[in-house]
């Protein structure tokens, strides 16, 4: 069965760094592409950054572009977000996400077909 399991989540105060993992099993991969979204308290879920299948194309949010930094090892069968200079708007729940679509970088969510259950990020101030 297709799984996602989101890691690295946690406390920190503004201007740290964190780097999220995510870990897959059950499909290929390789022939997938991965993406990073996240829900605020409050808030509609947004795209934060997406990767092809290789890590040689990839996607940012604006809000994120220059911050944070995707990367895969599909060897490991990992996804990465290494995300720098944190903010307190960037505290939301953050999810990974695959798109079968292997060379699609998509903003969508619509486009993702499979999901974790989420890692908490609370940046305070």
């Known amino acids: 069965q297709v799984q996602l399991v989101e890691s690295g989540g946690g406390l920190v105060q503004a201007g740290d760094s964190l780097r999220l993992a995510c870990a897959a099993s059950?499909?290929?991969?390789?022939?997938?592409?991965m993406a990073w979204f996240r829900r605020a308290p409050g808030k509609e879920p947004e795209f934060v950054s997406a990767a092809r299948y290789d890590g040689a194309k990839t996607n940012y949010a604006a809000s994120v572009k220059g911050r944070f930094t995707i990367s895969r090892d599909n060897d490991k069968k990992t996804v990465y977000l290494q995300m720098n200079s944190l903010k307190p708007e960037d505290t939301a729940v953050y999810f990974c996400?695959?798109?079968?679509?292997?060379?699609?970088?998509?903003?969508?969510?619509?486009?993702?077909?499979?999901w974790g259950k989420g890692t908490q990020v609370t940046v305070s101030s």
């Open positions: 059950g499909f290929t991969f390789s022939a997938v592409a």
């Open positions: 996400a695959a798109d079968v679509i292997p060379t699609r970088t998509s903003s969508r969510r619509s486009d993702y077909n499979y």
